[in-house]
Every structure is written in C-alpha cells, then in structure tokens.
C-alpha cells in the first residue's frame, strides 16, 4: 500500500518523475500494489500518462483514490486503460473536474469492469440530467458486467435527475434487477428540492 497524499508540495518541480519512477519500481514481477493513495497531491493533465501506466500494468491494484487532482486532458486514455484493468474495487474521483464528455467516457469504461464495487464521484460533475442518469442506465444496464454497488455522489448532483431516477429504480424492480445504491454527501435543508416532504428528506 502506498500513500502520498498531501505528500507532494509545489516546492517538487519534477513530483511527476517521482511518481514515474515509483511506478516503474511497483510494476516489476516481483512487487505487487494494492493500494495507492495520490489524492490532494496536485497532480495535472502532463501526469495522466503515469496514472495509465499504472491502471494497465498493476494487476493487483485494488484502490485508487485521485481525490483533488486533474485528469481533464488524457481522460480517453484513462479511461482505455480502466477498461483493461482486472483488479479494481474502488476508485475515487472526489472533487477531480470531469466534464460531461469524461463522465460519458467513464460509463463505457464501467459498462464491462467486473470488479469495480465503489466509485465516488463527490464534486466531480454538476451532473445537471439528463447526463447522471445516463450515466447510471449505461453502467447498470441489463447487458452490462459490472458489479458496481455503490455510488458516492453529492446533492447537487443527485436532486436534478431525482424524478428520473426514481422512475429507473421501479422500471429495474418491475424487472427484477438489483437497485442502485447511491450515497449522498452535502445534503442540507437548503438544498432540497421543494417538492420533498420532510418524511422524504428524512428517508
């Protein structure tokens, strides 16, 4: 297990070499990471190629938390190599800006990952609808493989598609499909939609 966060401050011009090498030492034979921590390490588009390196060579990789980072440009290729990764249970993109094409990237990159269980996507997207509930329908579709369990999302991102997705979650029931197990952060008086009653804010 390897934590870095907050580890890596401005005054290391090269922290991208750092990582480079550290990455190249973990994927010998000999070495296996299961863990790794980068989050708040201010990491940016020019490291994203490391990160991939990563994703596709460590096959004993089971968590990955990028919090507070920047994945903007790269992301296809991120996602190209979720899509070969094995291993993966968790993945955290708290507060990582991610635009609605990334947030479609990263759908299809889910859509077949068997392993992946919790993903955290807090801060990471407005996610104004119809593209949350896209996103949900695309990686818990009936064809999909993935064994995805637990979505960790914030209010803001939750309460514009909620109509829809409560709709979704009784078409998957009529059908029998498992349902969709959200978890929701920031959630304050202010930030409820008018129409719930305080029984449904409660719930």
């Given at each position: 297990d390897l934590f870095l966060a907050?580890?890596?401050n401005s005054i290391i011009i090269n922290k991208y070499l750092v990582l480079k090498y550290l990455i190249e030492c973990l994927c010998e034979?000999?070495?296996?990471?299961?863990?790794?921590?980068?989050?708040?390490?201010?990491?940016?588009?020019?490291?994203?190629?490391?990160?991939?390196?990563l994703l596709v060579h460590s096959h004993s990789l089971q968590e990955l938390n990028l919090s507070f980072n920047s994945l903007s440009t790269g992301f296809a290729l991120f996602c190209s190599a979720l899509k070969m990764n094995k291993s993966l249970t968790d993945l955290d993109f708290m507060e990582?800006?991610?635009?609605?094409?990334?947030?479609?990237?990263?759908?299809?990159?889910l859509h077949q990952h068997s392993k992946l269980s919790t993903l955290?996507?807090?801060?990471?997207?407005?996610?104004?609808?119809?593209?949350?509930?896209?996103?949900?329908?695309?990686?818990?579709?009936?064809?999909?493989?993935?064994?995805?369990?637990?979505?960790?999302?914030?209010?803001?991102?939750?309460y514009p598609a909620m109509p829809q997705l409560e709709s979704y979650q009784a078409s998957r029931q009529q059908n029998d499909r498992p349902q969709i197990h959200l978890?929701?952060?920031?959630?304050?008086?202010?930030?409820?939609?008018?129409?719930?009653t305080e029984q449904e804010a409660t719930k």
């Open positions: 907050n580890n890596f034979k000999d070495r296996s990471l299961n863990i790794l921590d980068i989050s708040v390490a201010g990491f940016t588009e020019q490291h994203i190629y490391h990160r991939v390196l990582v800006p991610l635009s609605d094409d990334d947030i479609l990237l990263l759908a299809d990159a955290g996507l807090f801060g990471a997207n407005s996610f104004q609808s119809p593209i949350f509930l896209w996103f949900l329908q695309k990686v818990f579709c009936a064809s999909s493989r993935s064994c995805l369990s637990k979505v960790e999302v914030d209010s803001v991102q939750y978890k929701i952060y920031n959630v304050c008086a202010d930030a409820l939609p008018a129409f719930m």
